[in-house]
């Protein structure tokens, strides 16, 4: 009986640890973000511009070199979902609605998130990585003995880089998505052009496509904070800087996958 | 000027917790070279990283041309840092970034120089340390002894008044540090910089220094010019600078008695 007590009382301190960790996680993460966001937006109106040369660089970094990954993957979508959809349409007899269903998948849904997911690993885990490699080496200790801010020196551009990068991303995701769902619904399913344009663009609206926008946004301000943070808070080795970067890839997911559960019952709610 | 006093410093809390420095005090005066001896693990780069404001310390004064540092804030603090130029033990140099564009970063941030006179002065450090002709190199090209060379050109980028340097000699070779010494000397006599070296290089630290602070567990042991700490009569001083295996400080770090514990390991 002593024992079971011992032991309810040890499980007990041990997830109140874990929770007040958990909650100095979220609180960290929390100041960080609004460093970043005081640094990226409000230092610039008090004097102290913000300097374009490395967030072009970090655009071409994190933008335009994962556009092909990112064509790639949402194109492959559209496919998919027209084939599942013609297969189960088909028995409705209504086969011309493929064209309908793939648009409004992939532009209010699949779109915004799988490039988000795509960026998670492609970007998050470099930002980590990146980072985390530089607080190690001392380089972010350097910086802060220079009178340079971190946050401002290495957060900022990505910050705005992926700002700015992760909405275009997504409308070509959109765009690349319907392409694919037209080309397979078009050739393989043989459905007709002019049925199939027309039942798409009867089903997309423009609103489906904004709300898609801002969801990216919300995940570009994840996939830079999540990826930032872990990178800062590394002390030790290599050891660490994997684990952190692995870290970043799951809890990034997990967060956009929150995210965009949260918005679109939201939207579903206003719309 | 440096000037420090009564700093405390531990890490850890309760059963834990270690006092890496206990009561030090310093003055560290300008165009004077003062170094840091002791063995690892004797709070040295601590010392290193409260003065550069790294680390809070737990109690004391650290007092820069007459601002205590330990009561700024963050800006308050990023402008005596300004005054600093740190020399870090690995480099620290920003490997996504060009030499140049390593000993430029600072200038580039900190002043409203042009680009061709950031260029030229550039060029001015480099040559100094000696290694005009590196600036399109990246920092994983260079050698170890390389990267400090471009350390100390960016530690001076600014002109600054008080330059750190965290082992400056470790693991070169005796032209580099004898190069590196000179640069030193030359810094602090000729530009009335403060410098404070921390090491464990006895010849180097003895041919350069105006005065060395010698720690041990945190504690200040012996305090004087390079003669009167070999002078000194204290059997850890006279160990320490020897290099001998055997004397009051312990080479092993464990606390437990190495017998007793063979006995208690399970076959």
């Known amino acids: ?271 | 000027m440096i000037v420090v006093k009564n700093l405390y410093k531990s890490f850890g809390e309760g059963d834990k917790k270690i006092v890496v420095l206990d009561d030090f005090h310093a003055q560290f005066e300008r165009g004077k070279i003062t170094s840091i001896i002791g063995g690892s693990g004797s709070g040295k780069s601590t010392i290193l990283k409260l003065l550069i404001g790294a680390y809070q310390a737990d109690a004391g004064e650290i007092i820069v041309d007459g601002e205590d540092m330990t009561k700024l804030g963050n800006d308050g603090l990023n402008e005596v840092r300004k005054k600093f130029g740190i020399m870090f033990q690995s480099g620290a140099l920003f490997n996504s970034l060009t030499v140049e564009e390593n000993v430029a970063l600072p200038l580039r941030e900190h002043t409203d120089l042009n680009d061709s006179t950031i260029r030229i002065m550039v060029k001015m450090k480099l040559e100094m340390v000696g290694l005009r002709g590196a600036e399109h190199l990246k920092p994983a090209q260079l050698s170890g002894g390389m990267i400090k060379r471009i350390a100390l050109a960016r530690a001076i980028a600014l002109d600054p008044k008080i330059v750190f340097y965290d082992e400056p000699s470790a693991g070169l070779d005796p032209i580099s540090i004898g190069v590196i010494d000179k640069l030193i000397m030359d810094l602090s006599r000729k530009m009335w910089i403060t410098s404070i070296v921390v090491t464990h290089e006895i010849p180097s630290a003895m041919r350069i220094s105006d005065k060395i602070i010698m720690l041990f567990k945190g504690k200040i042991i012996a305090d004087g010019s390079p003669e009167e700490l070999e002078n000194s009569s204290d059997p850890r001083v006279v160990q320490f600078i020897k290099g001998d295996p055997d004397g009051p400080i312990p080479f092993s770090k464990s606390q437990v008695d190495y017998g007793e514990e063979l006995k208690q390991m399970k076959m």
């Open chain 1, 1 to 271: 009986m002593k024992s079971l007590i011992g032991y309810i009382g040890q499980k007990g301190f041990q997830s109140r640890d874990a929770a007040f960790d958990l909650f100095r996680e979220i609180s960290g993460l929390y100041y960080l973000t609004r460093a970043t966001l005081y640094c990226t937006f409000v230092e610039p109106l008090r004097g102290k511009p913000n300097k374009w040369g490395p967030v072009w660089t970090q655009m071409e970094e994190v933008g335009v070199k994962s556009t092909g990954i990112v064509f790639l993957i949402s194109f492959l979508i559209g496919v998919i979902l027209a084939f599942q959809s013609a297969y189960q349409m088909s028995r409705l007899g209504a086969l011309d609605y493929v064209g309908a269903l793939v648009g409004v998948a992939v532009i209010r849904e699949l779109g915004p998130l799988m490039t988000a997911l795509v960026m998670a690993g492609r970007v998050g885990a470099s930002f980590t990585a990146e980072m985390g490699t530089m607080k190690v080496s001392d380089e972010i200790l350097a910086l802060e003995t220079m009178a340079l801010n971190p946050v401002k020196f290495l957060i900022t551009p990505r910050f705005l880089a992926l700002l700015i990068m992760l909405p275009c991303l997504t409308i070509m995701a959109d765009l690349m998505g319907v392409l694919g769902g037209y080309v397979v619904g078009t050739t393989t399913l043989g459905i007709d052009s002019a049925p199939y344009i027309n039942h798409s663009l009867e089903a997309m609206k423009v609103t489906d496509i904004v709300t898609g926008l801002i969801k990216s946004v919300v995940f570009a301000v994840i996939i830079v904070m999540v990826g930032s943070y872990l990178a800062f808070i590394i002390e030790g080795g290599a050891e660490k800087v994997g684990e952190n970067t692995r870290s970043s890839v799951v809890i990034s997911m997990v967060l956009i996958i929150i995210a965009d559960l949260l918005f679109t019952s939201l939207f579903y709610f206003i719309t």
